[in-house]
């Protein structure tokens, strides 16, 4: 095409030629720009197909990183198997040697444990020849480590000859036994208790270490040896009539017309014991002083019933009310304590509940031992409270053997399992009759503790 054009003189043909030319150039440049085109996305297919060989491969690496590091953990899982089965293997031989050992420990045992059960079939038999029990009795172990009490309900002035050589033997027996004095606990009301004290230490019947604890006196804080400064002021009328005994104390006081305003009632040693007041031909209420010469108890009666108390009010030596018993009509009870801010601070609906409390106050702050008849009255109130701190060491004399706490101690139905006895036949009457094994320390005459 170049060479016509350029060999071509006519000029249409040349501008034909010229037109061709130029066509066949745009068609070059269309193939040009196609092939570029294409070209292009060859390219970019081919970077497409290398970044996704790229990723393949670096996935292949990372999987067989994986597949390296999966392969080591089994090969340790493996050796750990391995060796955990070894360590089992050896337990395993250890326990079995173990066994074997015991086994033959437990048939030597066994055939000592026969020959002991023989001897000890043996030996019940030669108790139940001799002894009519194949039950065993040992003396009361007493706990040095625990604070022993006797309980009496009350202490009484005058003992009868029986009563005091009773109080001499336990009193002795725990003196024996206990290597810290014993001390006595009683609950009643007693206004005389330190003179009774006194008495008894006299006769010997208690040491003058030995505690004495009383319901009233710890609630009333009254103190050992303290006397009242003062003594009660008796009313002074000119107009009124006073009646002396043959000591010229005033027995009674009565108005100008002869109406009651008090009547008095003295201790043998002259001191005023109670003071009963009168409105009109009532009494009304009683002061009651104990033996130190402090008021103790105001009574206020019933006006309908003079011997009938509807009130009872019990002081502190310095005079602060420390407790209120009000009695109701039918057979009601509340007791109040009151501290010294005459706050109240406990309520009871009983006597068995204020005695339950003030026990527990005195024998439970500490490891302690209650020694009481088996026949006393609070037995069983005493019985229930015992704890780990808190036990009960019962007393039997011969009238006591049918008591339904003996029997249930006899034949294994009580916690208890430990007595004191009065006397020997005492014991031969228990060990008779025992199905259990138990703690019998009869108590020593004075004669043979002397």
């Known amino acids: 095409m170049r060479k016509a054009i350029q060999g071509e003189q006519d000029l249409k043909k040349l501008f034909v030629l010229m037109k061709q030319q130029e066509k066949q150039a745009q068609?070059?440049?269309?193939?040009?720009?196609?092939?570029?085109?294409?070209?292009?996305?060859?390219?970019?297919?081919?970077?497409?197909?290398?970044?996704?060989?790229?990723?393949?491969?670096?996935?292949?690496?990372?999987?067989?990183?994986?597949?390296?590091?999966?392969?080591?953990?089994?090969?340790a899982y493996d050796r750990k198997t391995k060796s955990a089965q070894d360590e089992q293997e050896r337990s395993l031989n250890l326990i079995n040697q173990k066994i074997n050992r015991l086994q033959h420990d437990y048939d030597q045992n066994a055939t000592i444990v026969t020959g002991l059960q023989q001897k000890i079939e043996g030996i019940d038999a030669k108790l139940k020849s001799d002894y009519g029990t194949t039950h065993l009795v040992s003396p009361v172990e007493f706990d040095q480590s625990a604070k022993y009490f006797l309980f009496s309900t009350d202490l009484i002035q005058s003992l009868s000859a029986e009563e005091k050589a009773s109080m001499e033997m336990i009193m002795g027996l725990l003196k024996d036994e206990v290597k810290d004095a014993a001390n006595v606990i009683t609950v009643n009301y007693n206004d005389s208790l330190p003179e009774i004290w006194n008495s008894y230490q006299s006769a010997g019947l208690v040491q003058k270490h030995t505690g004495l604890y009383n319901m009233y006196y710890t609630i009333q804080a009254k103190v050992p040896g303290a006397v009242a400064k003062t003594k009660p002021e008796l009313p002074d009328n000119p107009a009124w009539q006073y009646k002396r005994n043959a000591d010229k104390q005033i027995v009674s006081i009565a108005?100008?017309?002869?109406?009651p305003i008090m009547t008095l009632k003295y201790r043998k040693n002259g001191a005023i014991w109670y003071m009963t007041y009168f409105n009109g031909s009532i009494a009304t209420r009683r002061d009651v002083y104990d033996a130190a010469g402090f008021l103790s108890v105001?009574?206020?009666?019933?006006?309908?019933?003079?011997?009938?108390?509807?009130?009872?009010?019990?002081?502190?030596?310095?005079?602060?009310?420390a407790m209120v018993k009000q009695y109701g009509s039918n057979h009601e009870l509340s007791i109040q304590l009151v501290n010294k801010e005459e706050a109240i601070t406990n309520v009871f609906h009983s006597e068995a509940q204020l005695l339950n409390w003030w026990l527990a106050s005195v024998l439970q702050q500490q490891k302690s031992v209650l020694v009481m008849g088996v026949n006393s009255p609070l037995f069983d109130q005493c019985l229930k409270a015992t704890n780990d701190n808190f036990h009960l060491l019962p007393i039997v004399s011969a009238d006591d053997l049918n008591d339904q706490h003996v029997q249930d101690i006899i034949n294994g139905k009580s916690k208890l399992s430990s007595l004191v006895v009065t006397d020997h036949d005492v014991q031969t009457a228990i060990e008779k009759q025992m199905t259990r094994d138990l703690e019998i320390t009869v108590m020593p005459t004075a004669e043979v503790r002397a």
């Open 27 to 75: 068609d070059l440049y269309q193939k040009s720009d196609s092939i570029n085109s294409e070209l292009v996305k060859l390219q970019k297919r081919e970077q497409t197909e290398t970044r996704e060989r790229s990723r393949k491969e670096h996935a292949i690496t990372s999987a067989e990183k994986d597949l390296h590091t999966a392969q080591d953990a089994l090969v």
């Open 255 to 259: 108005d100008d017309e002869g109406n």
């Open 298 to 321: 105001t009574q206020y009666l019933d006006r309908t019933n003079n011997s009938q108390v509807t009130l009872e009010n019990f002081y502190r030596p310095d005079h602060s009310l």
